[in-house]
């Protein structure tokens, strides 16, 4: 007999899998059209306008929610985090709702075996049940940046160089 919870889990996934797939395909859009990313991006453009760009590059039969969801993100002007909201999506999917998601932002493209150790530390901290999203942002200059739910460690290099800069202004 199968245990409840991976019932629950396969039709949640389920149920979440249209919006995944229509957000993975307007996330093909953007990428491979940077005009419509401008277009949906520029403020002097109506609402109604960049919904209108949204809708039409959605795949046929995408729900009007999803609809009004990806509209909501531009409208936001949140539009550069929308791969991040899609691969938060897709950690939920696969593990459900209640999945802590921790993301790993370094300055560099980490390797599989550097991938592995961060998934094995992190594991050991928080348990099994998360998904480790890794991330690359060149500003942070080196170390890490690392955040579960409304907890953020940093230890970037950035952060350090202002933290010492403020300290010796305060001086």
């Known amino acids: ?18 919006w995944i797939v229509a ?4 996330k093909d ?32 039969g995408t729900s009007e929610q999803c609809q009004n969801f990806i509209s909501t993100i531009v409208e936001n002007g949140d539009l550069q985090n929308f791969s ?27 390797n599989t075996e550097e991938k592995q150790h961060f998934l094995e530390k992190l594991k050991g901290i928080h348990g099994d049940d998360i998904s480790v999203l890794f991330g690359v942002d060149k500003d942070i200059v080196g170390g890490v940046v690392v955040t579960i739910g409304d907890s953020v ?4 290099i950035k952060t350090q160089v202002e933290s010492l800069a403020n300290s010796l202004v305060s001086s």
């Open 84 to 110: 991040t909201i899609l691969a938060w999506l897709e950690s939920i999917a696969a593990h459900g709702p209640n999945v802590n998601v921790v993301s790993v932002t370094t300055s560099y493209l980490l």
């Open 29 to 60: 859009q953007i990428g491979l059209m940077p005009e419509l990313f401008q277009s949906l991006t520029n403020s002097n453009n109506s609402v109604a306008m960049r919904r209108k760009l949204v809708i039409d590059n959605l795949p046929d």
């Open 153 to 156: 460690v940093d230890a970037s």
């Open 23 to 26: 957000l993975k395909s307007f």
């Open 1 to 18: 007999m199968s245990e409840p919870k991976q019932y629950a889990l396969a039709a949640f996934a389920s149920a979440l899998e249209p």
